[in-house]
Structures are given as C-alpha cells and as structure tokens.
C-alpha cells in the first residue's frame, strides 16, 4: 500500500463550483498533514495544515480523520486561478514529507 | 518565509557525465535536507535524506553510489548524478526544514541528459 494515496483526477470544474479531494495515508504514526499546490514545471507551495480540528482557510477546508487515516480538502466557489495540481502531504517520522500523487483540478470559465 | 535556493534551475548534459545540483537554506540553518525527483505527470518521490554532517539515509530503490549527496554544512547539500542517462533526466527538488519543521522548497532543477 503507498504511503500516501488521493483520487488520481483529473477533475474540471466551472467556475464558482465546489470541488473535494480526498486523501488516505498508511502510517498512524504520521504527526502532520498538509495540502500543497503545485503549478505547471514548478516547486510545490504549501497551501494549508490540516489539523485535527479541521481548519478553514477562505474558500479552502480542510479535514483530517486520523481515526480513519483521512484528509479531504474542499474548494468553494472555484477560481480560474485554483487550476493546478493539489498534492496530500503527510509527514514520515522526522520531518519527511511524503507526498501523494496529486490531484489535478482544471476550473474553466 | 525562509528562503531555500537550488542551483541550477536547469541543465543538459550529454550522457556519461555526472552532474552536481546544489541546495542552499539562506536564511535558517538544516541539519536535514531532502531530495526529491518528479518524472512527468508524476508525484514527487523522495529519494533520500541528507544529514548534516553524516551519511544520507537513501529511500528503497534509489541507487546511493549514482545519486552521491553530501551535507557538509548546516547551509548546503549538494545531489551529484553520476554517470547521467537519459532515464534520469526529471525535475529534481530539495527541500529543507527549520527548527519549527516547516519545509521550504527550493525552485528544483530540471535535469535533461541527451
């Protein structure tokens, strides 16, 4: 089982939709969890934490069920901007982030 | 945010020639750095774990005697491929982690061997 698996996508949207990707991760030990996005040719970008309590930064939400080993991310009222590719990341022991594939989000107009 | 720089940003060598990729924490010291790959419509897989002042620990597969990383102080790491292939070129990126183990990217380098 890989480390990190998410919905593989492609997923196109109009703008003003919302959209989930989802995330599951095999190690319980895992301490952190984040959502990174990376734009074409370029270094992945941390997009937001995911804390236990779920957190809520403007249109994006993220939750993370550590019972289940889960973590989604929500998009609300999608932007041409939003397009790119949304990569789960959980850590491994130390500060080694492992990343999932990436689920790449198209928004058009 | 803390300021992580890989050099070069591109490369083509020819096949047979090794090529060092350097990776700088300007502003914060790491004793760890990570070195990941990306091959096209890939993830980025991490490939090993650069300690400061000790041997990489290198991920399953990842052949350590081709993929030579050296960590000689709290600032660089460097990523030497030797003997470069075509099957190796990608998009190689480092990244490092302050003391609050936020992870900083470098911008990557894109290897292409011909």
């Known amino acids: 089982r890989k480390e990190v698996e998410q919905d593989p996508g492609p997923f196109n949207v109009p703008e003003g939709a919302t959209v989930a990707f989802n995330c599951t991760y095999s190690?319980?030990?895992?301490?952190?969890f984040f959502w990174y996005r990376q734009d074409c040719r370029k270094e992945p970008k941390l997009l937001m934490s995911?804390?236990?309590s779920g957190n809520e930064d403007g249109r994006f939400t993220a939750q993370l069920n550590r019972a289940s080993q889960y973590i989604s991310l929500l998009i609300r009222d999608s932007k041409l901007s939003d397009s790119a590719t949304y990569l789960c990341?959980?850590?491994?022991?130390?500060?080694?982030?492992?990343f999932g594939k990436g689920t790449t989000l198209s928004v058009s107009s | 945010g803390a300021v992580v720089s890989q050099h070069p940003s591109w490369v083509i060598c020819k096949s047979g020639t090794s090529v060092k990729i350097e990776c700088r924490s300007l502003d914060f010291q790491a004793t760890t750095m990570f070195w990941y790959r990306q091959f096209p419509k890939q993830s980025l897989m991490l490939m090993a774990t650069?300690?400061?002042?000790?041997?990489?620990?290198?991920e399953q597969g990842v052949e350590k005697d081709k993929f030579l990383i050296n960590h000689a102080s709290l600032t660089l790491s460097t990523l030497t491929v030797t003997s470069a292939h075509p099957e190796d070129s990608s998009f190689y990126i480092c990244?490092?982690?302050?003391?609050?183990?936020?992870?900083?990217f470098g911008q990557g380098t894109r290897l292409t061997v011909v």
């Open positions: 990341v959980v850590n491994r022991e130390g500060t080694a982030l492992i």
């Open positions: 995911v804390y236990s």
């Open positions: 990244s490092a982690s302050n003391i609050d183990l936020e992870a900083f």
């Open positions: 190690n319980s030990a895992s301490q952190s």
């Open positions: 650069s300690n400061e002042g000790s041997k990489a620990t290198y």
